[in-house]
């Protein structure tokens, strides 16, 4: 702390003063640990006097997107989000919510200063490619913060103990450096303790992690959950989570949205989107997006600048055959 300190590297210095506060968490000192989280939001406010109006402010993230090091590194797979909320098409109540999360995420200093804890544990739900886990990478995008997909390959083993171990791995991180964690395809360590096909080390793992999200956050970092299977979780997790979301196909509107933005960049004028749409209803919106990149390779090869109706339908139908065949 006296080298960052000197070094005057004020972030470094926050950051291990979080990592103490984690650790006495963890201990039992809770009057401790938020004394410390409570500091350091004073010393943040007191080095950025650029508050807004009425002494609002949005908290400045500056964690360098750095790839974890040591073992974690296995873990942990960190990429730089370019995505925002506003490049997803979503439904505006699943938009508002994740505003919501967005908003108190950001002014979680503020919300500190007056006793309340931020949001920090998201649950996603939905079918598959109805875009969660770039939901998740936008999400990280709007914080500014790194996202680190948690790979669960290689944190799952088949070896007792290990797996909880390398899970708390995961939460030392996520207590020491800020960022968005995402835990895709969840339903394999979150599923329910009575399945018949359950075993002793899995139920073990799931009360590990139980256990785990119930430690304070120290650094406010983001934990996202994901999963296509709701019905096979533990019903005990969802309580660990401060907001659920739950994803469904693309309705027409959604369609009609999600094609028109994705071929912008050609001419649209003779399409009718409603036939269209009614056509891509029933598809994830990766489905949509595969059928749209195909007739984009197809303008792009046969140097055309206008989409027809014809290679919609085409593309479209053919993605349904696909997603009806599984």
Do not use: C
């Amino acid at each position: 702390m006296l080298a960052s300190l000197n070094e005057g590297d004020t972030e470094q210095l926050y950051a291990i003063a979080l990592q103490l506060a984690a650790t006495e968490a963890r201990r039992g000192r809770v009057e401790v640990a938020n004394e410390l989280q409570n500091q350091v939001a004073i010393a943040r406010r007191k080095a950025d006097p650029s508050s807004g109006l009425e002494g609002r402010r949005i908290s400045k993230v500056v964690v360098p997107i750095t790839q974890p090091i040591g073992e974690i590194q296995k873990l942990l797979v960190t990429s730089a989000p370019t995505l925002r909320l506003s490049d997803l098409v979503l439904t505006p109540i699943v938009r508002e919510r994740l505003q919501v999360f967005v908003d108190q995420q950001r002014e979680r200093d503020t919300l500190r200063s007056h006793g309340k804890v931020p949001p920090s544990r998201l649950l996603i739900m939905g079918p598959p490619g109805s875009g969660k886990t770039m939901t998740a990478s936008a999400l990280a995008g709007e914080l500014h913060l790194p996202l680190h997909s948690v790979q669960l390959d290689s944190v799952i083993t088949r070896f007792m103990g290990e797996t909880a171990s390398k899970l708390r791995m995961i939460f030392d991180q996520i207590s020491s450096r800020r960022g968005v964690y995402l835990f895709d395809e969840f339903d394999a360590i979150g599923g329910k303790r009575t399945l018949d096909n359950d075993v002793g080390e899995m139920r073990r793992v799931l009360n590990s992690f139980l256990q785990f999200m119930e430690e304070p956050n120290a650094t406010d970092s983001v934990v996202i959950a994901a999963t296509n299977h709701p019905e096979l979780l533990d019903e005990a997790l969802f309580r660990r989570f401060d907001d659920l979301v739950r994803f469904k196909l693309p309705d027409l509107s959604m369609v009609e949205t999600f094609l028109r933005d994705r071929l912008s960049p050609f001419e649209t004028t003779r399409v009718d989107w409603n036939s269209i749409a009614q056509e891509g209803v029933g598809l994830s919106q990766a489905e949509i997006a595969k059928a749209s990149d195909e007739v984009i390779r197809d303008l792009i090869i046969s140097r055309r600048k206008a989409v027809t109706n014809e290679s919609l339908h085409k593309a479209l139908g053919h993605r349904k055959r696909l997603a009806e065949a599984h």
